[in-house]
């Protein structure tokens, strides 16, 4: 055929703007990691420009690997993604299934839920860490205060006194910690995310069988079991579906580390990355290598899915 | 025939109840931003008014002084809208080849532009920096932050848009070539009228990614091409002084972003999960 030619041409933009995008800054990535380079070098000035003569091999790689930060942000990015995956799934699968049914101002509530998706990171993660968690000034401390004061004022109260005697004062949590703050990262992106997932089951659970539905009624099955047994396996496609696109996004989640954790300890690979960029490329670089070979482990069982539909 | 559920009047009332109940506590921190934007920066702390209070335009009155926060919307609406504009024209044509003339290759192309989608920002910061910074010199220029913006949204639009075209049946395309049109024609004449809703949606979907951008417009901008992201990012720790004018100044960041989503809710489902879930 001989207009094959126009429709090449209309695809070679896109193609060598994504080729590009792609291998030169990821070529540049591999290459760092195999050589010493750092930015900042009284002692060995030779390292601060990158050369095929600083070769080093697999250097960098058995330093990140022992360096007790990447063990750290490993796991701490698998705390994360994990956490957030199962909490967004489960929450996720509930909602959908409760305003999968017509009542009074559905409309509505589906605008409601839907809202935080389109937050801004970086808004999300100065609302949360502020003005909700804040221990003294946010939300968090007006009610933990809020029910301090209720109880203290009940102390003296006849009959149930002693109750509110025994009662404990609360101590509001910081967010601002280590632990505490990955905490707080997984709360506000859990917030986020719920809509996504919600979204998508629902839309999944309006392709439900409903003959199939019926006929579990007819049959007298109960409402757990039809749950059990005919939607949860339907929503078994969509559930992996937003297990990998989550697990890709969450693996770099950055804005909200940035802004929560600032300097505190808690870290995932992005943040290490950020961190060694600071002077340590080498370092950085096989870091990087890391992030990439993680999420591809994922991505390749997406694209398997997305593949399988794409064409029909 | 359809089998009434028996339904009980307790679960009439407590399911939708209770699913009201679950949006709105899935709207309140938004709905308490917007709150605490009315209030002025010393109410915003005091538990007595969290709920009863004078409201006050102060802190949207006064975000320019406080934030320049007009410099740093007129930014993120330059790079959103031109990225999306730039990712359309490159997008377009390369879905409409493969959606009408597709050969063996074209699904590996396809899958191969959504693989790039996944590869992880941070592992290519430091080349991204020292290209931008030292090579081209175009570090925090629009320049970059409409290309960058671009190129991470390109494969979503090429996707989003091939799964329109592909619906809109060929014969159309064929008879338009009977006719004499040349590619372009038929991309003017046929393809754009009979795909505008998806192209809009499209379009309005990629506009909200870049907006929403939070890792590149932060790491490779500094003052001139800075967006709204980076501005939130600049206040993240406020020390409990200024709740009131930093949520007006988020209120305003992401309100008009919040009710765009609204409209394309379904849209949502197709972009983001690469139409694997219907």
């Not at chain 1, 559930?239 to 693996?251: G, N, W």
């Not at chain 1, 992030?291 to 064409?311: Q, S």
């Not at chain 2, 308490?32 to 335009?57: G, H, I, N, R």
Request: overall charge neutral; aromatic content about 14%; charged content about 10%.
């Amino acid at each position: 055929m001989a207009n094959r030619t126009i429709p090449r041409l209309l695809q070679t933009p896109a193609v060598l703007l994504l080729l590009v995008w792609m291998l030169v800054p990821l070529g540049m990535t591999l290459f760092y990691s195999f050589i010493r380079y750092v930015l900042n070098s009284t002692v060995r000035p030779e390292w601060t420009t990158p050369s095929w003569s600083n070769w080093r091999g697999f250097g960098n790689y058995e330093f990140v690997l022992n360096s007790k930060d990447f063990l750290f942000a490993i796991k701490n990015s698998l705390f994360i993604v994990g956490s957030i995956l199962s909490l967004t799934v489960v929450l996720g699968v509930l909602i959908a299934v409760l305003i999968n049914r017509s009542f009074p101002g559905r409309g509505i509530v589906r605008v409601l839920l839907i809202s935080p998706f389109f937050v801004m990171p970086a808004v999300n993660a100065v609302l949360w860490i502020n003005m909700l968690l804040d221990p003294v000034l946010g939300l968090q401390g007006i009610a933990v205060g809020a029910i301090n004061d209720m109880a203290a004022g009940m102390q003296d109260a006849p009959l149930v006194g002693w109750f509110f005697n025994l009662w404990p004062v609360l101590e509001p949590i910081s967010f601002r910690a280590t632990q505490t703050s990955a905490i707080a990262v997984i709360m506000m992106v859990t917030w986020q995310w719920t809509p996504f997932a919600v979204l998508i089951f629902m839309t999944s659970l309006q392709s439900e069988d409903q003959q199939q539905k019926e006929a579990a009624v007819l049959d007298g099955a109960s409402r757990w079991s039809q749950f059990r047994f005919l939607t949860l396996p339907h929503l078994g496609r969509p559930m992996a579906i937003v297990v990998m696109i989550q697990a890709i996004f969450h693996l770099s989640l950055y804005a909200e580390i940035e802004i929560v954790s600032r300097g505190n300890g808690n870290k995932n690979l992005p943040y290490l990355i950020g961190e060694f960029t600071n002077n340590n490329i080498g370092a950085a670089s096989a870091t990087g290598i890391f992030a990439v070979i993680l999420a591809n482990i994922v991505a390749i069982f997406l694209l398997r899915a997305v593949g399988k539909t794409l064409m029909e | 025939m359809a089998i009434v559920a028996t339904t009980s009047r307790f679960s009439k009332i407590a399911w939708p109840t209770l699913a009201w109940v679950v949006a709105l506590i899935f709207f309140f921190p938004i709905f308490y931003m917007v709150l605490t934007s009315f209030k002025t920066d010393a109410d915003a702390v005091k538990p007595e008014f969290l709920f009863s209070f004078t409201p006050t335009l102060e802190n949207y009155a006064n975000m320019t002084e406080n934030y320049d926060y007009w410099r740093f919307a007129t930014n993120s609406v330059i790079t959103s809208v031109l990225a999306t504009l730039f990712a359309l024209a490159v997008g377009v044509p390369c879905a409409y080849a493969m959606a009408f003339n597709p050969s063996r290759a074209t699904k590996d192309v396809l899958m191969w532009m959504l693989s790039t989608k996944m590869l992880p920002a941070a592992a290519v910061l430091y080349p991204m920096t020292f290209l931008t910074k030292n090579v081209f010199g175009v570090f925090d220029t629009h320049f970059l932050v409409i290309l960058v913006l671009c190129l991470i949204n390109l494969p979503i639009v090429i996707w989003m848009l091939f799964t329109y075209f592909k619906d809109i049946p060929k014969d159309i395309i064929e008879a338009g070539k009977m006719d004499g049109l040349t590619t372009w024609g038929e991309v003017k004449e046929i393809l754009i009228p009979l795909a505008w809703g998806g192209i809009v949606s499209t379009a309005l979907l990629t506009f909200i990614f870049c907006w929403n951008e939070a890792y590149w417009t932060v790491r490779l901008t500094t003052i001139d091409a800075a967006t709204l992201s980076k501005l939130i990012e600049g206040n993240r720790a406020p020390e409990g002084l200024f709740f009131g004018r930093l949520s007006a100044v988020s209120t305003a960041a992401v309100g008009p972003i919040i009710v765009l989503g609204w409209f394309c809710q379904k849209q949502l489902v197709s972009g983001l999960t690469f139409g694997a879930v219907k």
